[in-house]
């Protein structure tokens, strides 16, 4: 059975930080391309960045230069490092592992940016 748990989020100031944990089971990590999503309180989900199994990244224009993405294969994890965070990124952040036209998801963590 394949898991992705994510971790990580809560309530945080504009400006703060946060680090998103994606923990794997069921699959190894390092065979897939993993990538976050968010979901803004009544808006549609939207991606945020990707790395690949060669560890290249891509990002949302919304959050290039302040989100950083990164995965550990050992740990069969992957993480969202959040820098800078401003109102518009509360949203429920959603782990995502792709290979081919198989694809997983976590069942999300929220994260609330608010003074």
């Known amino acids: 059975q394949v898991q992705l748990v994510e971790s990580g989020g809560g309530l945080v100031q504009p400006g703060g930080s946060l680090r998103l944990s994606c923990a794997a089971s069921?699959?190894?990590?390092?065979?897939?391309?993993m990538a976050w999503h968010r979901q803004p309180p009544g808006k549609q989900r939207e991606w945020v960045a990707t790395i690949t199994t060669g560890g290249s990244t891509k990002y949302a224009d919304s959050v290039k230069g302040r989100f950083t993405i990164s995965r550990d294969n050992v740990k069969n994890a992957a993480y969202m490092h959040m820098n800078s965070l401003k109102p518009e990124d509360t949203a429920v952040y959603y782990c995502?592992?792709?290979?081919?036209?198989?694809?997983?998801w976590g069942q999300g963590t929220q994260v609330n940016v608010s003074a």
């Open positions: 069921g699959i190894i990590a390092s065979n897939y391309a």
């Open positions: 995502k592992a792709v290979r081919d036209d198989r694809f997983y």
